[in-house]
């Protein structure tokens, strides 16, 4: 197969791309406009590809927005599937800047599934988010649990899940995954890629800064929750085996399943307290960590419920473990 991967440049897409050319044999085209993936991050992929097969990535400069562009891409090349990173993610920023955040993500997510729809893909993976359930009732969510985005960047994410499913129920030539992900860490164990956007607020990536110095201090954002240390208890799951339940997914797709929507996270939860006490551990730093009041629209706890994954996809998880998690993201930070 064909696979066109958009947004491939940044974190988690490259994750991605990097077990479709060590595990599989598909051909693999990228769209990334370089707006916080970098085109290291493609050489990187291009020479994992040289060590492990003949060939490398079709990559394409631009950006999703250029309708006319992103046309022409799709006439010269013949897809069978398209996995879609390719967005902004940065929830503050969504709320600042919400048309955005609908432009970028729920517009041009729209016009890529139209594409699909035009050239008859038949198979489209979708990155959505743990932020579609916004403040759930239950701290563990299931798939059927309601969603209810609190900020743009949630919106405009179930607005293209919204999209995506009824462009599958109209038309039977079309199928599609969408993956929530919970809180994605931690880089490739050989520390090849990792998460290089400066400005990420992920607790780990945070904290991984911290522990090497770039960041002189950080915080831990309310210490009066309803958890067992006072801090928020959270989902943390390792990039790669995210990367691989996408993996899954177009297995599941090319056998002829059925559209459906999967939480990817490893059901289970540690505090902020937890997290950076293992990533002091690992580092062997005793950084500053100071007490902000509570950021408003933090749930005590978020988990995910990762049974119809793990029942429907046979996904099994191989990094389950915060330690490994924490010392993949430390040695990545380090390299950067
Ligand atoms: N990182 C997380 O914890 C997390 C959690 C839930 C969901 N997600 C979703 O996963 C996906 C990937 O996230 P990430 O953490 O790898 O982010 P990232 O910023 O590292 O990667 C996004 C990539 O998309 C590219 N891009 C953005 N807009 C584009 C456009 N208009 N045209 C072409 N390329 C464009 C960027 O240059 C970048 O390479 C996103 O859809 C995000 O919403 C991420």
């Known amino acids: 197969m064909k696979i066109l991967v958009t947004g491939a440049a940044g974190y988690i897409g490259s994750h991605v791309v990097k077990q479709l050319i060590e595990e599989t044999r598909h051909d693999i085209a990228v769209i990334d406009n370089l707006s916080t993936g970098h085109q290291s991050t493609i050489d990187t992929l291009n020479k994992i590809f040289k060590d492990t097969r003949d060939g490398e990535i079709d990559f394409y400069v631009e950006d999703l927005k250029n309708f006319d562009k992103i046309r022409e891409i799709f006439s010269n090349s013949s897809f069978d599937a398209v996995i879609h990173f390719a967005a902004s993610i940065v929830v503050p920023e ?64 179930l607005m293209s899940e919204t999209v995506l499913q009824d462009a599958s129920k109209a038309n039977e030539n079309f199928s599609h995954v969408i993956l929530r992900y919970f809180n994605v860490a931690g880089a490739d164990v050989q520390n090849r890629i990792g998460q290089s956007f400066p400005n990420a607020t992920h607790l780990i990536k945070v904290s991984a800064q911290t522990a090497i110095g770039d960041r002189d201090k950080m915080m831990i954002f309310g210490d009066d929750y309803d958890t067992q240390d006072g801090t928020c208890i959270r989902d943390y799951i390792h990039v790669d085996d995210l990367a691989s339940a996408h993996l899954r997914a177009l297995e599941y797709l090319s056998e002829g399943n059925s559209s459906d929507v999967f939480n990817v996270g490893y059901g289970r939860g540690f505090s902020v307290k937890e997290v950076i006490s293992t990533m002091k551990d690992v580092s062997g730093v005793d950084f500053r960590v100071d007490i902000a009041p509570r950021r408003s629209g933090d749930p005590a706890t978020l988990i995910s419920n990762s049974e119809k994954i793990q029942k429907t996809l046979s996904w099994k998880p191989k990094f389950d473990k915060l330690r490994l998690i924490c010392e993949t993201a430390l040695n990545w930070e380090k390299s950067i």
């Open 94 to 157: 969504s709320v600042e800047n919400p048309l955005k955040y609908y432009m970028n993500n729920t517009v041009n997510t729209t016009h890529l599934i139209k594409l699909c729809n035009e050239f008859s893909i038949k198979h489209f993976i979708f990155s959505s988010t743990a932020a579609v359930y916004g403040e759930p009732e239950v701290s563990q969510v299931i798939e059927a649990t309601p969603t209810k985005p609190i900020n743009p960047y949630g919106s405009s994410k």
